[in-house]
Structures are given as C-alpha cells and as structure tokens.
C-alpha cells in the first residue's frame, strides 16, 4: 500500500487561492456575458425601431402617392372638360392639339374622356363639363386657379375667329 503523503498547509492555501481565483474569474466573465447580452437586446431592439420607422415611411408614401395620383386623375378630367367645352364650340382636334401644345391623339382621348363621363354637352350651350358656365371669353374658370393662356408665339395677332389669324 502506498502511503499518502500529507497535504501541506502551503498546499492546501495555494488550492483555495486558486479556487477563488476561479470563482472570481468566472463571475466576471458571467457579469461580461450578461453586458453583452444588455447590450445585444439593446442593438436588437434599434434594428427593430428602424424597422418600424422604414414601415412608417412607406405607408405615408403609399399615402402620398395615392393623392398625388387622385388629384392627376382630377386635373386631368379638368383638363379633359376644357378640351370637350373646345370641342362643343367646333374647334378641330388638330386646332385645339396646335393651341394646347399637345398632340391630337391626346386631344381626342380626352375628348373621349370628356364624352364618357358626361362632358360639355352638344350645341354649344356656353356651359362647360359638370355644369359650369364658361366666361366670357369662352374659357371655364377653373377651380385650382386663373386659366392660363398659351403663350405669346403660340397665338397670331387675334383669337381665331375673330379676324385674326390663329395659331402659327
């Protein structure tokens, strides 16, 4: 039988001095793992807030965006009813095309979109589409603003019709 030999007390002081230091290492490191988890949670839940603020975002653009294109659709039937009030006092698609700066093929769509929703009635009644009476010069007062004239070259010396002659 071996015989063992007797710890020391030197030993037995280094052990616990070494176990210490274990326990004491190992609570920092368990204290630097519950920080860094802290601070994980932390970037985690900015990621998650910058999400929420790009949602935001998209939803006001979507809004947006559907105005936007509400109120084209309606400049554009005001539009439409101006060329449709032209078309009921007998200017030609190509005239009014000239006069507007546009082609004739959107001339006659919004002609035709006039005509579909119930435009500028036959006979040149004077009243424009929806009801409104055209001004005296023939023009429909517009509801976003003064109705703005082609420009100087667009125009000879005098309106058409009236002596002069017409668009260039």
Do not use: W
């Amino acid at each position: 039988m071996a015989i063992k030999p007797k710890r020391t007390a030197q030993e037995i002081a280094a052990r616990k001095r070494a176990m210490a230091r274990a326990l004491e290492l190992n609570a920092e490191r368990r204290k630097r793992e519950e920080e860094l988890t802290g601070l994980a949670a932390d970037f985690l839940m900015t990621r998650e807030l910058e999400a929420d603020v790009h949602s935001a975002l998209e939803k006001q653009i979507a809004a947006l965006r559907a105005a936007a294109e509400a109120e084209c659709v309606r400049l554009r039937q005001q539009g439409a009813a101006v060329v449709a009030v032209m078309v009921a006092r007998g200017e030609g698609a190509g005239r009014i095309g000239q006069r507007l700066g546009v082609g004739v093929g959107e001339v006659r769509l919004l002609r035709d979109e006039a005509a579909e929703r119930g435009g500028a009635g036959g006979g040149g009644s004077g009243r424009a589409a929806g009801g409104r009476d055209a001004g005296p010069s023939g023009r429909v007062p517009s509801v976003a603003g003064p109705v703005l004239r082609p420009p100087l070259g667009a125009q000879g010396a005098g309106e058409p019709g009236a002596g002069g002659p017409g668009p260039v």
